[in-house]
């Protein structure tokens, strides 16, 4: 996984309609990039949710804040219409943004071993450098800890 000072690679994404998404569209601002399993779960749900109730805030600190997953856009359409989700999210079919990352990771669950995405956070400033991790991240709370970090950059 990436760690703090490092560069965001060009890697890119779509959003929910099929077009093109990259980080450096945002360069000159600083940026939040989240990373979840799978869209329509609860945990990623609670997480969508969370950081869309901060949304006006993290827009006040002129902030944008991307989700990423590897659903398909037309399903990340749906769970943000289905839940009213006011955050950006990207969709990483193909792999290549959550690899870039280091997101891209075996995991375990009753003794099955499989690859999936780690729920981790990236704050990243506006010249493209990562400023701070959250590497195994807990949805409670989780958004109002990343605000407070995107309030502190100020």
């Known amino acids: ?7 965001v690679p060009d890697a890119g994404l779509q959003d929910v309609s ?7 569209d945002y360069r000159g601002k600083p940026v939040v990039v989240y990373f979840y399993p799978k869209a329509d779960t609860p945990g990623c749900t609670n997480e969508a949710k969370d950081f869309t109730e901060l949304a006006d805030d993290f827009a006040a600190a002129g ?3 991307i989700g990423v997953s590897k659903d398909k856009p037309a399903k990340l359409k749906k769970f943000a219409d289905k839940y ?5 999210l990207g969709s990483d079919e193909q792999g290549g943004f959550c690899e870039a990352f280091g997101t891209w990771v075996e995991k375990s669950m009753y003794g099955r071993s499989y690859m999936g995405i780690a729920r981790a956070t990236f704050l990243i400033d506006g010249a493209g450098k990562i400023v701070r991790v959250w590497p195994a991240v807990k949805v409670k709370g989780h958004a109002a800890e990343v605000l407070e970090a ?4 100020g």
Not at 1 to 7: E, H, I, R, S
Not at 84 to 88: A, K, Q, W
């Open 63 to 65: 902030v944008p804040v």
């Open 84 to 88: 009213g989700l006011n955050v950006i």
């Open 1 to 7: 996984m990436l760690d703090a000072g490092a560069t």
């Open 150 to 153: 995107v309030k502190a950059l």
């Open 18 to 24: 099929g077009n093109p998404l990259r980080l450096a």
